[in-house]
């Protein structure tokens, strides 16, 4: 089982989404906080970076939660650090949100 703590830049985004959202999000954390081997639509690594995203589709539109982990494998790791999460509405948002929580991570360590 592995322990799941947020930011508060991850809770702003949270709290400003709809119960339907907040709760297909809650079941996706409950998968990836209880299953070992997680299925790579669901939670991957980024390229050239030490975040991870979590992808939940919703009504035609992905919410992007952005995370890191203890670990060099996703398999191995026992703490998840829920880092922000957005909204995709182009590939753009990513290189803006990537180095957001890159900044939120530099701020907690």
Known sequence: MRTIYRSMEFDLFYNSLSNKIQNKIDYALNIISEIKIINSKLAKKLKNTNLYELRISIENEYRILLF????????ECNEIILLNGFIKKSTKDYKKEIHKAQQILNSLT
């Open 68 to 75: 890191t982990i203890d670990n060099e494998s996703l398999i």
